[in-house]
């Protein structure tokens, strides 16, 4: 075990070369909606239950159902309005069970990246050729069903093992959503590749703001709102970037939705600034524009460390 | 089997406390502490600076922050890691802006990892204080004397070895083991931010010498608010605010008063409380009679008032 993870530099956020991002704008916005299959009686992890409760936990099942036949549909309308296309996390296998829903986000030019097979199985415990296996069955599982060679990667239930970067980075992944250190992209020190950190976010993530801080809807849109407005002010000093991490069978209950959509009417409104994007747009622009220039940043300002993640740091 | 005979007898039940570090002293019998500008309250601003390693072992019990999920817990990690690489600028800008100083309790190990942020806080005119070795270093009561000054020695060593020799130290957690302030005062730390026994700086003392108190509220404690209590930020501006307005007001029947909070990085710095937190602070400065200073600085400021 390690006391730190050094897959990144330390990299102070006050005078960073500048980030613009195309069209002159100053804040690259996402939505990921996470569509998400959860087993009705998972194998057991002995790192963690599938389930708070024993399976079957019939509330918390039939709630993320209600996310897949309704929750969805409803987010889906609601974006189609304000013209935003999602940046889907997702539980591969969802392609099985429900493909009505894949072929509705492919109908609408919408990203997906792989958020591993089922939100019921971890990586934990799981041996490289494990890990390598649901890499490969993501792959290939979306591009067979949706065309898209996925180039993104939120771990099932945010599980990893000390090697989940350098796969990804062998596999040609541009980014990864698991991590949370920054509100600009940043790269990973993996053994190959280009693999960005892109900022995803747990502060204003529904799971966390409706289920963990129990906010009420108006609230969680008034956090949204202040984070979107101080990641703006900053974005004109150097390009930011905002993700609003969503999971329909919170987001869209009947009570919540018209709250997010008010958050969503203040983002919209502010088109002039904001690069509305999906992920892979985003870790392409920065891949291909600024990777180098921070790569060269950090080692100028003697911050390079040296190594890879989980590998040891050179003096 | 009942409790033995002697836990029914009470050594010091007696006037007064029940240990030597300070003395007995209700606020109504204080003397007056002319805070030297003529202010009432003299705020002292905590931003503590964290190291929260992937495999702490959390013992004897886990850091406020320390990790949850199974390693690699990477989600907590880089949670808490945002704080001193992002969060933390936005709250120097914000003091700066406010022209208001703070001190900012740095652990040891993170000193050549995050010197970008040891001079950004120096060139603002900020305090660097010790705050331990790290959040897996913490001082408590089933810890052998030995290994806790070697604890302080390698924490002081640290800090000299990038040139700082810090007067304030703050524990990890703030907790303490029954000789920590003797070996703080007899390593040559002069203010400690562990205790909040009053609301003005309490002197201690020590076999090895005296050390000052300065309290730090651990009821407006921005993590326990925010975090634990999932208050909003506007709810946590607002009561650091009733504070200073309340105690500025105490202060002209009683004298001058401190305000002790923090504001953690990782927590405070999150982009959506940073309109509250600028608020907050320029709540603080416009207040008449208020000023923030350093801990060193409170330090010398209640010696003057004390020599009067």
């Known amino acids: 075990m390690r006391a730190d993870p050094n897959l990144y530099d330390y990299w102070p956020y006050r005078d960073r070369p500048k980030i613009v991002w195309p069209g002159g704008k100053k804040l690259a916005f996402w939505i990921a909606p996470n569509i998400e299959f959860y087993e009705f009686d998972p194998p057991k992890n002995p790192s963690r239950p599938g389930w708070p409760k024993p399976s079957p936990d019939v509330v918390g099942y039939s709630q993320r159902d209600w996310g897949n036949r309704v929750g969805h549909w409803r987010l889906m309308e609601l974006m189609d309005r304000f013209g935003l296309r999602g940046s889907i996390s997702l539980s591969t296998a969802l392609i099985d069970h429900h493909p009505e829903i894949i072929e509705a986000c492919v109908a609408r030019d919408w990203e997906f990246f792989s958020h591993g097979i089922y939100n019921t199985r971890y990586s934990y415990g799981m041996d490289e050729a494990q890990e390598r296996a649901i890499i490969e069955d993501s792959i290939r599982s979306i591009q067979t069903a949706t065309g898209q060679r996925i180039r993104g990667y939120l771990a099932p239930a945010l599980t990893h093992t000390e090697r989940t970067f350098d796969l990804l980075a062998e596999y040609d992944f541009w980014y990864t959503c698991d991590l949370f250190q920054d509100d600009q992209p ?54 930011t970037v905002m993700c609003i991490p969503l999971h329909a069978y919170l987001v869209s209950q009947p009570h919540r939705i018209r709250a997010f959509e008010d958050a969503l009417a203040h983002i919209a409104g502010h088109a002039a600034d904001v690069w509305f994007a999906t992920a892979a747009e985003i870790a392409q622009v920065y891949r291909e524009q600024y990777w180098d220039q921070t790569v060269a940043d950090i080692e100028a300002r003697g911050l390079a460390s040296g190594g890879t993640g989980f590998g040891p740091a050179e003096d | 089997m009942p409790m033995p005979d002697d836990y029914l007898e009470y050594p010091h039940r007696a006037y ?217 930020e506007d709810q946590w501006a607002d009561q650091v605010v009733a504070a200073q307005a309340y105690l500025s007001g105490d202060a002209e029947r009683f004298g001058g008063r401190m305000l002790g909070f923090t504001l953690t990085p990782y927590v405070a710095g999150q982009p959506f409380r940073i309109a509250s937190l600028r608020r907050m602070l320029a709540g603080l400065a416009g207040a008449s009679g208020f000023t923030a200073a350093t801990a060193g600085e409170a330090a010398d400021l209640f010696a003057r008032s004390a020599r009067g």
């Open chain 1, 186 to 239: 940043q790269p990973l020190k993996t053994k190959g590749g280009r693999l960005v950190s892109m900022p995803y976010s747990l502060e204003v993530n529904d799971v966390i703001t409706y289920g963990a801080l129990a906010m009420d809807p108006w609230r969680y849109a008034d956090v949204l709102k202040r984070h979107f407005d101080q990641l703006l002010e900053e974005g004109e000093r150097s390009g």
């Open chain 2, 16 to 232: 007064g406390m029940d240990q030597s570090l300070y003395g007995w002293r209700p606020a109504t019998a204080r003397p007056r502490i002319a805070w030297p500008g003529g202010q009432s309250v003299l705020g002292v601003i905590v931003v503590p600076i964290e190291h929260h390693m992937l495999d702490p072992s959390g013992k004897p019990f886990k850091h406020p922050g320390a990790m949850v999920t199974p390693y690699p817990d990477l989600r907590h990690y880089t949670t808490r890691d945002y704080g001193a690489r992002v969060g933390v600028f936005r709250i120097l800008d914000a003091l700066k802006h406010e022209g208001l100083k703070a001190t900012f309790p740095v652990n040891a190990v993170l000193l050549p990892r995050l010197e970008p942020l040891i001079e950004a806080i120096l060139e603002d005119g900020h305090e660097v204080a010790a705050y331990g070795v790290d959040t897996d270093h913490i001082h408590w009561g089933g810890l052998d004397r030995e290994t806790e000054k070697a604890w302080i020695e390698e924490a002081k060593a640290a800090f000299a070895k990038v040139g700082l020799s810090p007067r304030t130290w703050m524990s990890p957690a703030r907790q303490q083991s029954f000789s920590t302030l003797e070996l703080l005062a007899a390593a040559g730390f002069e203010v400690c931010l562990d205790w909040e026994a009053d609301e003005v700086p309490l002197p201690m003392t020590t076999p090895a010498g005296p050390i000052l108190s300065l309290p730090v509220s651990n009821e407006l404690d921005d993590r326990t608010l925010l975090n634990d209590r999932r208050q909003t």
